[in-house]
């Protein structure tokens, strides 16, 4: 199990629910970028039951889908609540990926029922316009439990997304690697173009969209 160092600090420090936030999906050609909160309280550390169905929490990366897939249930269960937001690729290409990454953030935090007291963000920068205590640590999601049950939360919520989306556009593979620019996919896309899920302000993809001279 990943450390609790910091979740313990806040919570001695006075905090009394902290808030972990991750995204998956920054990265790819195609589809929605999901931003995940995932809320602790000092109970639920204390709770042996609890943490035991959580001790596989990990950076999401580092998870087979299987294990993701049963550690989405239990974070969903045994967490204090979890919140998820998403943009689709048309908000992407709109306001561009790194903004489209907060707002997805801010829509997961706003799902939440109960506003947290600190936010632990999982990568280099934090929430603008926030006015919720807040702090963002680089590979979060390796490090810190509650970034790192986030991510997973994110992670299988957008692979679901594109495990649908596959079926609608099956010549890409998306199936096989979510939209992320793999040679499979590039490949696809050389032969058949984007597709309307496609992020047009990414390379390659924008290529296809340039106008003649």
Same mark, same amino acid.
């Given at each position: 199990?990943? =450390?609790?160092?910091?979740?313990?600090?806040?919570?001695?420090?006075?905090?009394?629910?902290?808030? =972990?936030?991750?995204?998956?999906?920054?990265?790819?050609?195609?589809?929605?970028?999901?931003?995940?909160?995932?809320?602790?309280?000092?109970?639920?550390?204390?709770?042996?039951?609890?943490?035991?169905?959580?001790?596989?929490?990990?950076?999401?990366?580092?998870?087979?889908?299987?294990?993701?897939?049963?550690?989405?249930?239990?974070?969903?269960?045994?967490?204090?609540?979890?919140?998820?937001?998403?943009? !689709?690729?048309?908000? $992407?290409?709109? $306001?561009?990926?790194?903004?489209?990454?907060?707002?997805?953030?801010?829509?997961?935090?706003?799902?939440?029922?109960?506003?947290?007291?600190?936010?632990? $963000?999982? =990568? *280099?920068?934090?929430?603008?316009?926030?006015? +919720? %205590?807040?702090?963002? +640590?680089?590979?979060? !999601?390796?490090?810190?439990?509650?970034?790192?049950?986030?991510?997973?939360?994110?992670?299988?919520? *957008?692979?679901?997304?594109?495990?649908?989306?596959?079926?609608?556009?099956?010549?890409?593979?998306?199936?096989?690697?979510? =939209?992320?620019?793999?040679?499979?996919?590039?490949?696809?896309?050389?032969?058949?173009?984007?597709?309307? +899920?496609?992020? *047009? %302000?990414?390379?390659?993809?924008?290529?296809?969209?340039?106008?003649?001279?």
């Amino acid at each position: 199990m990943l =450390g609790l160092k910091k979740e313990n600090s806040l919570f001695t420090a006075g905090f009394s629910l902290v808030a =972990g936030i991750d995204e998956a999906g920054r990265g790819p050609l195609a589809g929605p970028v999901v931003a995940a909160a995932a809320v602790l309280k000092p109970e639920i550390i204390a709770n042996a039951a609890k943490m035991e169905r959580l001790k596989d929490v990990n950076d999401s990366k580092k998870l087979t889908a299987k294990k993701r897939e049963e550690l989405f249930v239990a974070i969903q269960e045994e967490f204090f609540e979890v919140g998820v937001g998403l943009c !689709d690729h048309t908000t $992407i290409d709109r $306001i561009n990926i790194l903004e489209a990454t907060f707002l997805a953030m801010k829509m997961a935090v706003g799902q939440l029922k109960t506003k947290p007291s600190h936010l632990l $963000i999982g =990568g *280099r920068f934090p929430i603008p316009n926030t006015t +919720i %205590s807040q702090e963002a +640590i680089i590979d979060g !999601d390796a490090l810190v439990f509650s970034i790192a049950a986030a991510s997973i939360i994110a992670k299988v919520t *957008r692979d679901r997304i594109m495990t649908e989306l596959a079926k609608k556009y099956p010549q890409y593979g998306f199936l096989n690697h979510k =939209g992320y620019g793999t040679k499979e996919h590039l490949e696809a896309l050389k032969k058949y173009g984007p597709c309307p +899920i496609h992020r *047009r %302000s990414f390379k390659p993809v924008s290529a296809y969209f340039k106008k003649s001279p």
